[in-house]
């Protein structure tokens, strides 16, 4: 079994108080996701850091790839990631739509992460059993390929077929990249760890990150070119934003490693991800009336409100989980866990 790298939970943890974060904003306070700044700053890393992560404890360079190994962790990734998502989205539909909503017409709403993410699984598992019989080069180089045809498809493709709904094709196509270049972070590590270790690197990716910010926030900018607009906003401010966001807590994995309250429960939360994402659309309040406080200026009463309610809703979904997870049987079923 590999043995768990602390900041990276800690990243996961921290990672997962965004999501909950940003869906309190949007579904509880009904504030659309780029209609103020703190929203839209989110936006920038969130999700691609999710991915991001996922790729980088997705690579492990001990395995020893055979069909029957790809089977094996085919089978995981669907009790953990497939079997879960479709049992609670299930619930969800039934407890707040009075009936199932077929995710061939509609899709999984907002159940579409582990859907996304055991997708990418699938190409990079395949790939990993062809680079076994071929060359280890085939991963690097199909990743790379999903990477770029995901991109050409967002500016090109019709979108309204059937077959991209229940398969969540958009957010495949927009960050499979994300989870590619976790992969390769974690498949030339020792390179990576020099880059993230320098402060001249470090000061890059901070620079580059504000500078993107401040352009996607310029109106100037935003009426300038489509094209270069559109690179600034979708793609280049969310590798940099990620990156500032890794080094930052890279640069303070000594506190992850230290058994202070607050690493504890970074790292409890990060070891969590997965039970939280599925419960807490269920603790979501609807506090709409709370709107006229968040005016688009008003980023420190949007923090605290939202702050506030997302560390209750995360509290709730981890008191559930630790109540389903007394059963073996529910935790194998709702959150994929198998009792050694």
Not at 180 to 203: E, H, P
Request: with cysteine.
């Amino acid at each position: 079994m590999t043995k768990r790298i602390n900041y990276i939970d800690g990243l996961r943890g921290f990672t997962m108080f965004l999501v909950v974060f940003g869906h309190v904003l949007s579904k509880s306070f009904l504030i659309e996701p780029n209609s103020t700044f703190i929203s839209s700053f989110l936006l920038t890393f969130r999700m691609p850091m999710f991915f991001f992560i996922s790729g980088f404890i997705a690579y492990k360079g001990t395995e020893y790839w055979s069909l029957v190994f790809f089977q094996h962790r085919m089978w995981a990734k669907a009790r953990i990631q497939i079997i879960p998502t479709t049992i609670f989205f299930s619930l969800f539909c039934y407890s707040f739509m009075g009936s199932f909503i077929n995710p061939i017409e509609y899709g999984w709403l907002s159940y579409w992460f582990t859907i996304v993410l055991f997708e990418m699984y699938i190409c990079y598992f395949c790939l990993s059993l062809i680079g076994k019989y071929t060359s280890d080069k085939v991963v690097d180089i199909g990743m790379i390929i999903l990477s770029i045809a995901g991109i050409v498809w967002l500016a090109k493709a019709n979108r309204s077929l059937n077959i991209y709904n229940i398969t969540c094709f958009e957010n495949l196509a927009k960050y499979i990249q994300f989870f590619t270049l976790g992969v390769l972070c974690r498949k030339y590590n020792s390179g990576f760890m020099k880059i993230v270790s320098s402060d001249k690197y470090r000061t890059i990716f901070i620079v580059i990150f504000i500078t993107c910010l401040i352009l996607i926030y310029n109106e100037k900018f935003k009426g300038s070119s489509y094209l270069l607009y559109s690179f600034v906003h979708d793609i280049l401010v969310r590798y940099f934003g990620l990156m500032v966001v890794f080094v930052f807590f890279f640069s303070r994995r000594s506190f992850f490693d230290n058994n202070s309250k607050m690493a504890k429960i970074f790292l409890y939360i990060g070891r969590r991800t997965l039970d939280i994402y599925l419960i807490h659309f269920f603790f979501l309040p609807h506090m709409e009336y709370l709107k006229e406080w968040m005016l688009p200026n008003e980023i420190l009463v949007q923090v605290t409100l939202a702050t506030a309610v997302s560390i209750i809703t995360i509290f709730l979904c981890l008191l559930v989980s630790e109540i389903l997870r007394t059963s073996d049987i529910l935790a194998f079923y709702l959150f994929g866990f198998k009792k050694k």
